[in-house]
């Protein structure tokens, strides 16, 4: 078998306001904070002579060709990519940045946020649009049954609320989850259409 490997597909092209500003707020640190660093490090290490066995210059420019490319990254990523600030018309549907609810076989309850894929490993209620269960979930309603492929084999859940908004209700303070905004209006399935 030959060492060929077919190209990822790509990934989804969208991503929040909150992981913008991440990726934004990283490249800055990179750019003018960590790099102008690593290269004074550079410098200093080789006006002490031989650049051959000089350990922290050879360190050092394997720092600055990982931080160089993390910055090309960001900066292609970030050129190309479409941040998602307002909640879709038809909120009782999962759509991109939506907060939804999801019960499993054994009645045990766990919230995600649908983010792209350069945001998913934020936090850990965050689900990559791009992720199995980011797939299953997009476009369904409440009540819905979702099916999962895992490793394990096929898991069950059932889609038991939707909201949007920036943060989990569980996160917030108990004056904040007890308020209801018109954008962060909380759909369950208790509620009539």
């Known amino acids: 078998m030959g060492r060929y490997r077919a190209p990822r597909p790509p990934s989804a092209k969208y991503i929040t306001p909150e992981g913008a500003a991440r990726l934004r707020r990283e490249l800055d640190e990179l750019w003018r904070v960590k790099r102008p660093a690593v290269t004074r490090a550079v410098s200093e290490a080789a006006a002490q002579g031989d650049r051959s066995e000089n350990a922290e210059y050879i360190y050092g420019k394997k720092q600055l060709a990982e931080i160089d490319r993390r910055v090309r990254f960001l900066r292609k990523r970030l050129t190309g990519i479409r941040v998602v600030d307002q909640a879709p018309t038809d909120t009782s549907k999962v759509f991109f940045g939506a907060w939804f609810e999801l019960a499993d076989d054994d009645g045990g309850r766990t919230e995600y946020r649908l983010v792209g894929p350069d945001e998913f490993d934020f936090a850990p209620d965050y689900i990559s649009v791009d992720a199995p269960l980011g797939r299953a979930v997009l476009g369904k309603t409440l ?38 905004t018109g954008g962060n209006r909380r759909a369950t399935a208790n509620e009539p259409n």
């Open 143 to 180: 009540g819905a049954e979702i099916n999962v492929p895992t490793p394990e084999g096929e898991r069950h859940f059932e889609l038991t609320a939707i909201r949007y908004g920036q943060e989990s209700e569980a996160k917030k303070s108990p004056a904040e989850a007890g308020r209801i």
